[in-house]
């Protein structure tokens, strides 16, 4: 089963890794734990004839189930606890005044990942440290979670679910935990890789049922959701970091200036508390190429900068269904924004499991656990490319 995809980020050809997954599940000593990231949930639906309404994220938890996983999580939780680090990892180098230093970049794109470690090595030191969501949950199922099953590490599987081909490389990153050290994140499947087997398994599309995710890790909020969506990292780190600040939650609808709108670069202004944050959010490796060629020239200065390697974001990753000649990342981010708007929590500190993590497990932001789970060191690991 190879495919050619869209990917724009060099990875021609798919491997196909549903294999690895039929054998863990088939695997009676192994335990099975998925997570399903915000930009399937666009596109899913698509290549089973399910209606925007119909593929809701709750029928791929069920079918993930009827699969045979064991547990399945949203990668939205550990979107928020990525605005956890992340936006307490801005603030800390925003309020320090290292002005040389900035823009300080995001790190949850491993297209962009390669992008700037092949093309822009010397700004390598202002990615945040930050892991993506993808492995920050990998870790947290190893660690965290296989303590509150009360087995080993060694016995837990990890899967996740995502719009990309290239965080198959992600993957590769190196988890370190007491007598534990394998990776985060055993096995990446795309979108496209997801429909293949519900289709192969003869599940059929009208039978899934919307099925709750399950505990430890079962809240979200709208602020991981847009994880998904160009410039939704930024509004989701910009939300917490109003609060850190002043205390107080804004208007979750405040940073609209950051929102995709269909242009492939935004900035934006953003006061909080005394100071100003000169924010900007790219999509696009052409776009952010420019983008950063701006900023080496001193035409343009930016404490904080969002990049995203597809145009639009996840929604249109390489990963997801394809419809020749069609363009739907647009759209796509725009059930993003529905999805946030109607959620029941907007803010990711809010997020009562993602409080209870730190409480029981992290401690605190950047603490010293945090540190050893949860963020990287760009410059210690190299990411093989996804296809071969
Ligand atoms: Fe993958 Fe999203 Fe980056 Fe595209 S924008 S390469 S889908 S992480």
Not at 157 to 170: D, H, Y
Not at 231 to 256: C, H
Not at 323 to 351: C, I, M, T, V
């Amino acid at each position: 089963g190879q495919c050619i995809t869209h990917c724009p980020v060099g990875a021609l050809r798919e491997r196909d890794d549903t294999e690895k997954v039929w054998d863990a599940i088939a695997d009676k000593d192994t335990i099975t734990v998925a997570q399903i990231a915000p930009a399937v949930r666009t596109a899913w639906g698509e290549a089973l004839g399910l209606s925007r309404e119909e593929a809701t994220v709750g029928k791929i938890a069920d079918a993930l189930h009827k699969l045979g996983v064991d547990y399945v999580f949203d990668t939205s939780f550990s979107a928020d606890l990525t605005i956890m680090e992340e936006g307490n990892e801005f603030l800390e180098r925003f309020t320090k005044g290292e002005t040389k230093v900035r823009p300080m970049f995001t790190s949850c794109c491993p297209g962009w990942i390669r992008f700037i470690k092949s093309q822009f090595p010397h700004l390598v030191p202002q990615l945040s440290t930050a892991k993506s969501p993808q492995q920050m949950f990998g870790a947290v199922m190893k660690t965290y979670f296989a303590d509150a099953l009360q087995v080993s590490p060694n016995r837990i599987f990890t899967i996740s679910v995502m719009p990309c081909v290239a965080k198959k490389g992600e993957s590769n990153m190196e988890l370190f935990y007491e007598e534990y050290s394998g990776h985060d994140t055993d096995v990446v499947l795309t979108t496209r890789e997801l429909t293949r087997m519900i289709r192969s398994a003869h599940i059929p599309p009208f039978s899934l049922e919307n099925r709750e995710f399950d505990r430890l890790m079962k809240e979200y909020t709208g602020a991981g959701v847009i994880f998904g969506v160009t410039g939704g990292v930024m509004e989701a780190a910009l939300r917490s970091a109003y609060y850190l600040v002043t205390g107080k939650n804004p208007d979750p609808d405040a940073f609209q200036d950051v929102r995709n709108d269909g242009k492939g670069v935004k900035s934006a202004e953003i006061r909080i508390g005394d100071a100003v944050v000169k924010a900007a959010v790219v999509s696009g490796l052409g776009n952010t190429r420019c983008l950063l060629q701006q900023i080496e020239r001193g035409e343009v200065h930016y404490d904080f900068v969002e990049v995203m390697a597809c145009p639009g974001g996840c929604v249109g990753g390489g990963g997801q269904v394809i419809h020749d000649g069609e363009e739907l990342a647009y759209e796509r981010g725009q059930n993003l924004y529905f999805l946030d708007k109607n959620a029941p929590l907007r803010f990711s500190h809010e997020n009562p499991d993602v409080q209870k993590l730190y409480a029981d497990f992290m401690g605190q932001p950047l603490s010293h656990k945090a540190h050893m789970l949860l963020h990287t060191d760009h410059q210690a690991w190299e990411m093989p490319r996804p296809e071969k």
